[in-house]
């Protein structure tokens, strides 16, 4: 059976401080994976990864995918308490068929 | 604003009731993706619609039933409503048939009573 496993399930931090968040998969059609963030409603995309080793960046938060380990990890540097939120890691196992995994998510909070 | 536009954004019934929610996927986007969201839940996916068509099926109980119009819009049906049915309800889109990134509406929560 396909899952997702994202970890660790919450986490409380200081503002400035580093933070790594982790997702590890078992799919049997793996095409890519992504990372939303979700704060109060709707999930927010961040990043597509579809080749490993490569760094994807976006300001403070960066992400890279292992797909011989299968996993990857989303880092926010110099967290700010608007970073609090739960971050969602999916993998699209598409084949024919949509097939969307989605993790239980990682909240994060950051205190000020 | 992701563009995806859902309705209602809030909704409380009584066991037993038939509820219905919308989405208008972001202008040109083609395929249409509902998903359940229970509390300290992740996202389980319902079903997916690709131009008026059903593409895929996940989770989505017998009692639940979804069209997408010519328009593109979509509809999520649910009905026997149980107290297990309360959940935050999003819709997605995607320009592509069935993959890539998502687009998701700001939900529409539902509570069973």
């Known amino acids: 059976e396909d899952k997702v496993v994202q970890s660790p399930l919450s986490l409380v931090v200081h503002e400035g401080d580093t933070v790594t968040l982790n997702c590890s998969y078992e799919v049997t059609n793996f095409r890519s994976l992504l990372w939303y963030k979700q704060e109060k409603k709707a999930p927010t995309f961040l990043f597509m990864l579809t080749s490993s080793g490569i760094e994807k960046k976006s300001g403070r938060l960066s992400s890279i995918l292992d797909k011989k380990e299968l996993f990857s990890i989303l880092n926010i540097t110099a967290t700010q308490t608007g970073d609090s939120a739960v971050y969602l890691c999916a993998v699209d196992c598409t084949s024919g068929t949509y097939k969307y995994i989605f993790g239980t998510g990682t909240r994060l909070k950051v205190l000020a | 604003d992701s563009g995806v536009t859902q309705t209602p954004k809030h909704l409380i019934t009584a066991t037993g009731q038939r509820v219905t929610l919308r989405c208008s996927p972001r202008?040109?986007?083609?395929?249409v993706y509902w998903y359940q969201q229970s509390l300290d839940q992740g996202l389980q996916f319902l079903i997916q619609y690709y131009n008026g068509e059903e593409r895929a099926k996940g989770n989505i109980l017998e009692r639940f039933s979804a069209q997408q119009f010519p328009d593109l819009h979509s509809e999520l049906n649910l009905s026997s409503l149980e107290l297990g049915d309360s959940a935050l309800y999003f819709c997605?889109?995607?320009?592509?048939?069935?993959?890539?990134?998502?687009?998701f509406g700001e939900g529409s929560r539902l509570t069973v009573l």
């Open positions: 997605a889109s995607s320009v592509a048939r069935g993959s890539g990134e998502l687009f």
């Open positions: 202008s040109g986007d083609l395929s």
